[in-house]
Nanobody, 126 residues
Framework: QVQLQESGPGLVKPSQTLSLTCTVS??????????WNWIRQPPGKGLEWMGV???????YYSPHLKSRTYIARDTSKNQVTLQLLSVTPEDTAVYYC??????????????????WGQGTQVTVSS
């Protein structure tokens, strides 16, 4: 059973960098052959796919967020990280990491992913 746990600061100031970590258990990031996605849900809105890193380290990003999103992995800690630069209040959302067995870019439906973290609330405010 794969388990995902997001962690990071709940409050970020505008113009700063949002940094989140997804700790994975039950599967090895480089050898488990999963794709590790970051997805967010702003208040009152639907899910938004942000990007993905593959088990081999390849990354793909939403065109809308590509210029300020960076996803990486730390195989020694079995973690996937998300950095979102220059945040604004519009980046306030619940942020999720999710694992999928196939690469599906842009998917924002819950049933597409095999495993989800519980999500972490991030508020951008001064």
């Amino acid at each position: 059973q794969v388990q995902l746990q997001e962690s990071g600061p709940g409050l970020v100031k505008p113009s700063q960098t949002l940094s989140l970590t997804c700790t994975v258990s039950g599967a090895s990031i480089p050898t488990g052959y999963y794709y590790w996605n970051w997805i967010r849900q702003p208040p009152g809105k639907g899910l938004e796919w942000m990007g993905v890193i593959s088990y081999s380290g390849s990354t793909y990003y939403s065109p809308h967020l590509k210029s300020r999103t960076y996803i990486a992995r730390d195989t020694s800690k079995n973690q996937v990280t998300l950095q979102l630069l220059s945040v604004t209040p519009e980046d306030t959302a619940v942020y999720y990491c999710a694992a999928s067995k196939t690469l599906i870019l842009g998917a924002a439906a819950e049933n597409v992913y095999d495993y989800w973290g519980q999500g972490t609330q991030v508020t951008v405010s001064s």
